[in-house]
T-cell receptor, first 117, second 112 residues
Framework: GAVVSQHPSWVICKSGTSVKIECRSLDFQATTMFWYRQFPKQSLMLMATSNEGSKATYEQGVEKDKFLINHASLTLSTLTVTSAHPEDSSFYICSARDRDISNQPQHFGDGTRLSIL | EDKVVQSPLSLVVHEGDTVTLNCSYEVTNFRSLLWYKQEKKAPTFLFML????IEKKSGRLSSILDKKELFSILNITATQTGDSAVYLC????????????FGKGTSLLVTP
């Protein structure tokens, strides 16, 4: 079945560091990928929609200059958390849809746990 | 403002019990309602519902959507400890490219 690979699965770094998270669709092409964030004991919140070859669409309240999204190919989207601070510590999850199959659910990556010290 | 409300927020049952999880919603531009199971990592897909009144079934799990009363239920029969997880209800919009709006989830604990 379709697989979405997310890397790294766990990051611990110092405040002020920039962190890049990769999301790859392994056996399908994805025009659109989605980035979600989940704080402890809370549900997933959509951060942004990543569009191949164009700018990402950010949800209200999400700073586009802090969370840089690049979707340079049909199989890869990256999220860079710039100058991360402890309040950015969270579980970041990407998902993708197969562009060739309509009305199918999203496939999720395994997520990245980000801890900023 | 769109809303999706899941109930109960948490539930503890014994192995073998049957549980019913609820998801009610108020959504404009509704496309579909989805159920996911989340353990320690990212959500795993269970069901996608677009039509009212048609039950979807997978093993001990089943789900149905009522578009008139704006709710869905997820049933789990003969529960097992491996069913312990957070069950998330989400919906997608017809005008937003399939992005998902999640409810807060129901935390289910199945005890031996």
């Amino acid at each position: 079945g379709a697989v979405v690979s997310q890397h790294p699965s766990w990051v611990i770094c110092k405040s002020g560091t920039s962190v890049k998270i990769e999301c790859r669709s392994l056996d399908f092409q994805a025009t659109t990928m989605f980035w979600y964030r989940q704080f402890p004991k809370q549900s997933l919140m959509l951060m942004a929609t990543s569009n191949e070859g164009s700018k990402a669409t950010y949800e209200q309240g999400v700073e586009k200059d802090k969370f840089l999204i690049n979707h340079a190919s049909l199989t890869l989207s990256t999220l860079t958390v710039t100058s991360a601070h402890p309040e950015d510590s969270s579980f970041y999850i990407c998902s993708a849809r197969d562009r060739d199959i309509s009305n199918q659910p999203q496939h999720f990556g395994d997520g990245t746990r980000l801890s900023i010290l | 403002e769109d809303k999706v409300v899941q109930s109960p927020l948490s539930l503890v049952v014994h192995e073998g019990d049957t549980v019913t999880l609820n998801c009610s919603y108020e959504v404009t531009n509704f496309r579909s309602l989805l159920w996911y199971k989340q353990e320690k990592k990212a959500p795993t897909f269970l069901f996608m519902l677009t039509s009212s009144g048609i039950e979807k079934k997978s093993g001990r799990l089943s789900s149905i959507l009522d578009k008139k009363e704006l709710f869905s239920i997820l049933n789990i029969t003969a529960t097992q400890t491996g069913d312990s997880a957070v069950y998330l209800c989400a919906f997608s919009y017809s005008n937003s490219g399939y992005a998902l709006n999640f409810g807060k989830g129901t935390s289910l604990l199945v005890t031996p």
